[in-house]
Nanobody, 116 residues
Framework: EVQLQASGGGLVQPGGSLRLSCAASGFAFDDYAIGWFRQAPGKEREGVSCISHTGDTTHYADSVKGRFTISRDNAKNNVYLQMSNLKPEGTAIYYC?????????WGQGTQVTVSS
């Protein structure tokens, strides 16, 4: 069974940092790209960043470029999202995602709140 578990969220002040983790199981992790998405209250879910199966290629939404860094450890079946200089508009539930055999799988999400 494909499972994704996001963790690492919390309350942080504007300008602060957090590191999110996504632990994966149930599939050949190092064969699949992984994405991070977020959903703010009252808004649609949006893509934040993604990383190729090898980790060689990454992409970022314009809103987070230069502040967020995605990485992965294929030996540990984990993907990370290092978030720096967080802004209040970054308040959202963050989800990791994999498309496995034509199906979308989502972790349960981790809440990030950016507030003073």
């Amino acid at each position: 069974e494909v499972q994704l578990q996001a963790s690492g969220g919390g309350l942080v002040q504007p300008g602060g940092s957090l590191r999110l983790s996504c632990a994966a199981s149930g599939f050949a992790f190092d064969d699949y790209a992984i994405g991070w998405f977020r959903q703010a209250p009252g808004k649609e879910r949006e893509g934040v960043s993604c990383i190729s199966h090898t980790g060689d290629t990454t992409h970022y939404a314009d809103s987070v470029k230069g502040r967020f860094t995605i990485s992965r450890d294929n030996a540990k079946n984990n993907v990370y999202l290092q978030m720096s200089n967080l802004k209040p508009e970054g308040t959202a539930i963050y989800y990791c995602n994999v498309i496995h055999q034509f199906r979308d799988y989502w972790g349960q999400g981790t809440q990030v709140t950016v507030s003073s």
